[in-house]
Each structure stands twice: as C-alpha cells, then as structure tokens.
C-alpha cells in the first residue's frame, strides 16, 4: 500500500506530507475518481482502457488485415467500461438538460411518447429516460447481444420492463414506425454506415419527430482538438470507434473526433432537412435533427 501511495504522489493523484507521512486525496480528484454520481467520474475510462489494451494485438492485425474490429469482439472490461464512463453524464444532464432543449419533446414525453434507443449497449440512457416519463414506451436496440441481455436484467430491476423492451438490431433495422423520439448516445460515429442508419431514422420517424443525437464534443479542425479531451478521444477512437466502423459495411470510419460538420453532412445525407446543436458539456454534443 505504501509503494502503491507513493506511486500515485508522484503523479499527482494523491498528496504527500512529509512531515506527518500522511496522504490526502484533493477535492477534485475525489469527485473524477470515487464519486460514481459525478459527471466526470473516470474509472470507467480507465477500464476501458485496460480492456482496449487487452484486445491490442488482435486490433493491430484487425487493421493490418483490413477487416477492422467489432464492437463484439472486446471483452467485457470495454463494454462495462464504456457503460460506467458515460452513465454519469447521462444521469447528471440527459432528463435536466438535453431533453428539454429538444423543441416540444419533454412535452411529448410526458403525455406518453413512443421512442427509439438506438445504439443503446446496456440500457443506461433507456431506463433513465423510462424512469423519468413513465407514460412513455421506449424500444431500446444493439447489435450486441450480450448488452441487450444485460439491458433487459437492467430495466427488470429498476423496475421499468412494462415500458421498456429491448431486441437485437443494427441501427438500419430496428423494428417500428411512428417514433416520437429516437436517440442515439455516443454511437452514431462507430456505425459503418451512419448515413443508412440516418435515413432508417427517417423513415421510422412521426412526420414531427425528433432525432436526438449525442456525440463526443469536438471541432470541425483536427487542431481544435487538440487538449485533453481530445487526447483521450482519439485515442479511444484508434483502438475502438475506428475499427468498429470498418469492420461493417460501407465502413466510413467518421471517428470519435468527427465534429459537428461532418455529423450534420451525415444527417442531411439521410434525408433530414433541419440540424442544429442543441446542448453541449465538456464531454458531450447534443444535436437536434428533424424532418
């Protein structure tokens, strides 16, 4: 323990006194590194990261290859991780802030509200969103099957599963028509084909419907990403956002870092007229898209 102590002192984590040999953790790196509640809470980045690191070797002869790596074939610390990096921000700002800066759709949800997760790993966004408006249904789909077996635990304990079903599609074929809402958090960039999956949201949505879509907040200029958030994007995006898209068809590889222009030329590709930023935190872009 005090090898370890020691270890992080030297890098700044903890602070050492010297003249009481004790240890303290500074205020703000208690709420990055134990406080689950708080948006910047990071462990769950840090597992990611073990599990990116993990899977390493076989990503390196992915991309020799061509073939790119799917999202499937990680082990378990990337699925959890990623869950556990990006659920914080999601409690602290998706029912508070982005929601109501949608045109009429807290509205909608209210009242009751028929809504598409896409993209939604283990349900984290789905049962906030379902525990906020309970008059609403909510579909949450992925590809991966192992998160939508999770995801269905998840919802069944929080106490959501009479408005909540979860079922295993790509982002181009997720069941239902008539959506109020669909969503997509932190997913549209890893999609080989995000301009199909933008005119299936098209076609599944009401003729007043919204699609809400959050990414990693980034510039349009590979330079205006340079500090510490975009450090740590493109350097997830190298080992998984990267070569999931490729590893699907069409695989046109936006990256983490894709930026604002790049997902509006998405969106209005798809077929829907009307973009525009919506909200925004440290971490996160917040766009509206409308028919």
């Not at 192992?146 to 982002?171: L, N």
Request: hydrophobic fraction near 40%.
């Amino acid at each position: 323990m005090r090898e370890w102590l020691n270890a992080q002192a030297a890098g700044g984590y903890v602070t050492y006194d010297p003249d009481t040999g004790r240890y303290t953790l500074p205020p703000e790196q208690t709420v990055a590194l134990t406080d689950p509640g708080s948006p910047a809470f990071l462990p769950g980045l840090f597992q990611t990261a073990i599990g990116s690191v993990l899977d390493s070797p076989k990503i390196t002869e992915a991309l020799r290859s061509g073939d790119g790596f799917g999202w499937h074939q990680h082990v378990h610390d990337v699925h959890e991780g990623c869950e556990r990096f990006f659920r914080p921000g999601y409690n602290a700002h998706l029912v508070a802030d982005w929601l109501p800066s949608l045109e009429g759709v807290v509205e909608k949800l209210e009242r009751g509200a028929l809504v598409a997760d896409v993209g939604c790993g283990h349900g984290a966004s789905t049962i906030l969103m379902a525990t906020a408006f309970p008059h609403s249904q909510f579909v949450g789909s992925d590809y991966h099957a192992g998160s939508i077996e999770t995801a269905r635990s998840r919802a069944e304990q929080a106490g959501v599963g009479d408005r909540v079903r979860f079922e295993v599609a790509s982002a181009a074929a997720y069941a239902g028509q008539g959506y109020d809402l669909v969503t997509m958090f932190d997913c549209l960039h890893d999609m080989g084909d995000p301009v199909g999956a933008a005119r299936h949201v098209r076609s599944t949505l009401k003729p007043d419907g919204t699609w809400m879509i959050v990414e990693p907040n980034a510039g349009d200029r590979v330079e205006d990403n340079f500090n510490p958030i975009g450090r740590a994007f493109y350097g997830f995006s190298t080992l998984l956002c990267t070569p999931a898209s490729l590893s699907q068809e069409v695989g046109l590889a936006l990256g983490a870092q894709a930026g604002e222009a790049r997902i509006r030329d998405v969106v209005t590709a798809g077929g829907l007229a009307r973009f525009r930023r919506a909200a925004e935190t440290p971490f996160n872009l917040v766009y509206e898209a409308r028919i």
